[in-house]
């Protein structure tokens, strides 16, 4: 069985009536978020090679008519035209690592109708968990300007699968490592870690538990202090590493407490020990907001570890995001419902200068000083290039953000620059809006 049923109802019982009603016409689907979460003042775009590789393989088999019809309470055979449908589509998508703004088409997909329609709820998924992710890290980098962030995820995401893409997505923004060994492993990242809480209680002592650590990891060192007590931690820490002569390159973990003050005093408590170089290391519930106050704070903090809050974009774990079809068979089309409105014809999006972007319809040529946003990833159901490495979308995520106005970068309540609508994109979405209202809204309105 393929990925086809992981799926919403609607999607099958919309794409059954379609092939049965023989509208098979080419249909384009844009996908969006309607507005940006509070306190975010942009998006970073994620998970178009999840999307491509779901899109490539795309089948209905005749495993999946069997669930559809299982699940409908009706015969396989009612469902057989779903069989054998695959991906044969084209797909424009603004690249993995680019900053993006409310309103701006990520992804359109266009394909025939039932195609365009089954694969809305995956590729949703898809594009709207790893941009919400890549965008919170995105932020922790902000905000610790220029002090190392990690990612501590793992054991909280939604899933493994997840705990993986959120120390890809974190690596793609800047991160410095990940304490997923398979996901460090598979993407190529630094692996980083310490040690638990139950390290430390599993010995008699707490230099008992340092000095056996150093003993079977001969490496630069971190210690967590802060089991019994944090200020007594940090003295125990510092005797272990100087005994040992192990302060270069190794560091402590603060994880509980008032981690700005706690790090006034560990960072007093090494230097008096002539422990310059050893670093203090930061976690526990940490995320943007903290790392900022901290950083603000002065507190001397070399390294932050994020992870819980991070890993589950805590504070805006949705995106608004929209699948919505705005042409079939060459007709515009476009919603009207309140606070819904979406803008008809297939789009290009082209940023000038100051994220000053301009939305326009695909055939409009370039304003002056301008680059589109949209390109063509696949044609015919097949990839058009190869998968992005992490490192090319890095640096195109680092160029955007050079470029974004600092009242965006702001952690706390920031303006979030607004694309425009071009002239002809405008005057399309109205004619599109008076035809509805004449011809399909004019009995519901009492007029002729």
Request: with cysteine; aromatic share 6%.
């Amino acid at each position: 069985m393929s990925n086809a049923t992981s799926t919403d109802l609607y999607e099958v019982t919309m794409a059954q009536s379609y092939l049965c009603e023989g509208m098979t016409a080419s249909a384009t689907f844009s996908l969006f978020v309607r507005d940006l979460p509070p306190d975010r003042g942009f998006l970073v775009c994620a998970g178009l090679d999840s999307v491509l590789d779901f899109l490539s393989a795309y089948r209905v088999d005749a495993e999946d008519v069997d669930v559809f019809a299982s699940v409908l309470k009706r015969r396989p055979e009612d469902l057989a035209p779903l069989l054998g449908l695959e991906f044969s589509g084209e797909v424009r998508a603004v690249p993995e690592g680019h900053i993006v703004l409310a309103g701006e088409p990520l992804l359109e997909i266009t394909a025939s109708l039932p195609q365009a329609q089954l694969v809305e709820t995956y590729v949703l998924n898809l594009l709207s968990h790893q941009t919400a992710i890549a965008s919170k890290c995105a932020r922790c980098v902000l905000a610790a300007e220029g002090h190392p962030v990690v990612d501590f995820s793992l054991r909280r995401t939604h899933g493994i699968e997840a705990g993986h893409r959120a120390a890809r997505l974190g690596a793609m923004v800047g991160f410095a490592g990940t304490s997923n060994v398979e996901a460090a492993h598979a993407e190529g990242l630094t692996a980083v870690g310490t040690m638990a809480h139950s390290y430390i209680e599993a010995f008699g002592t707490e230099e008992d538990a340092f000095r056996a650590f150093a003993r079977s990891h001969p490496g630069p060192v971190t210690f967590l202090v802060d089991t019994y007590d944090t200020v007594a931690g940090v003295a125990t820490a510092a005797r272990v590493l100087r005994d040992l002569g192990l302060g270069p390159g190794c560091a402590i973990r603060l994880d509980s407490g008032d981690l700005g003050a706690l790090a006034v005093q560990a960072r007093a408590g090494l230097d008096a020990a002539g422990l310059q170089e050893t670093r203090i290391v930061a976690s526990g519930g940490l995320d943007e907001f903290a790392v900022d106050r901290l950083v603000r704070s002065g507190a001397p903090i070399d390294t932050y570890a994020v992870g819980t809050r991070i890993g589950v974009c805590a504070d805006a774990p949705y995106l608004d995001s929209a699948y919505k079809l705005v042409e079939y068979d060459g007709r515009p089309v476009m919603k009207l419902s309140s606070a819904k409105v979406t803008a008809p014809g297939r789009k290009q999006v082209f940023r000038r200068p100051g994220y000053a972007d301009l939305m326009s319809l695909i055939d409009e040529q370039p304003p002056p000083n301008s680059v589109p946003l949209l390109e063509s990833v696949m044609r015919e159901g097949r990839r058009v290039s190869k998968p992005t490495e992490l490192e090319t979308a890095r640096q195109r995520f680092f160029a955007d953000l050079a470029a974004l106005p600092p009242e965006a970068r702001t952690i706390r309540a920031p303006t979030a620059p607004k694309a425009e609508l071009s002239g002809r994109l405008a005057s399309l979405a109205a004619d599109v809006r008076r035809y509805i209202e004449k011809n399909l809204l004019g009995d519901a309105h009492g007029t002729a």
